[in-house]
């Protein structure tokens, strides 16, 4: 367990970013740039690899031919990055963009695809990247998700597309023989909230994540503004939002007082450890 010092530290500093995580990003009135308008970071992206293109889509047969990953996301991102492009919010490696990757169809046939569609990006240096045992922030981080073959991910050097573990098994189960779970890995830890059972549960989970440097996320949650603060309070670092401006809305009036709650929340979690370990003794 991290000191309670160290997890105050990270509330505060997570305070800076919005944090909201444009779910499905792609339905959006305007992929892509209905998040940037609202400095939401964390965007979404269904990916099929079809016909030689990555198609961005939410099932195979809504596929549209001039919907890809590089005409919706890549191209845009570069072009705001490279300033070719003007964007209310600035990519870059101070306000870095999340960019998760929903493999659709398989992993093993759909990884070497993403990689050699990040090749601009990569090129120009504006990856988040793993490499020599040093993790360095780029403006983009890239996070694979669905069928995201985690062995790929790993294998890769260096890496730039990063694996969206299980929230529930990070203590559980280890990446692979002799490693450990880090945000060299895995930025992020998600779940489907359906399978978690309470609160306080959904509070663990998002500690035990911050133990390991990792951000949490939870999918198919209510959308409605109590339970949106019942993630801020947490200190969950991606509330998974559908609508844009109203969790925005939401954020915006709980921010004056989450310091206070999230403290308090870590605080009342510090207490709990601290009990369970004078019982160990
Ligand atoms: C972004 O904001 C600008 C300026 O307010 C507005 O004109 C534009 O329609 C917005 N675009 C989206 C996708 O929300
Ligand atoms: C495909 O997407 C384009 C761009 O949004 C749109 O103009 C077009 O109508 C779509 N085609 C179909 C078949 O939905
Ligand atoms: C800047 O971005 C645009 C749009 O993606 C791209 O066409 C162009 O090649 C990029 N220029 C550089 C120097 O990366």
Redesign the pocket.
Known sequence: MLSLVSLVAFASASLAVKPIHSHNDYT???PL??AL?LSIMSVEADVFWQSNQLYVAHTSIEINKSKTLDSLYLANILGIINGTIAS?TPISVANPLQLLIDFKTDGASTFKPVQDALQPLRAGGHLTTYANGKLTQGAVTVVGTGNTPLASVIASNPRDIFYDADIRKLYSTKPATGLEWGPEIAPLASVDYSSVSSTAQMQELVLNAHDFGIKSRFWDTASNVGTWNTFFAAGSDWVNADDLQAVSNAWATFDSSAKGMIDAAYQKWDALQAEANVEEL
């Open positions: 959006r009135a305007v740039w209905t308008n209310p």
